[in-house]
């Protein structure tokens, strides 16, 4: 996987401490590294509980635990209302 930043696109979903990106290209779904920062843009950009935000960003995949994680780098964005396609 690769290690340097690469522009993503994805469905963000946190809740109960834990965050998934189920990405656009691949529907691939992953964990997603904490990061209090964008847990609360996450919570101040969806509607409802339980609500799915599409998010861009730029992020790298980490090895460090099992299985591979999203780790954001920076430019992370979410943009309300909108799905993948």
């Known amino acids: 996987l690769p ?3 690469m522009p993503m696109r994805g469905m963000y979903f946190y809740m109960a401490d834990a965050a998934i990106f189920t990405d656009c290209a691949t529907g691939k779904r992953m964990p997603v590294a904490n990061n209090a920062q964008l847990e609360r843009d996450y919570l101040a950009a969806r509607a ?3 609500q799915s935000v599409l998010l861009t960003l730029e992020a790298h995949f ?3 635990s099992n ?3 999203l780790m954001a780098d920076k430019d992370a964005k979410f943009i309300p209302g909108k799905a993948c396609n």
């Open 67 to 69: 299985p591979e994680t």
């Open 3 to 5: 290690v340097t930043p």
């Open 62 to 64: 980490t090895l460090e």
């Open 48 to 50: 409802e509980n339980g």
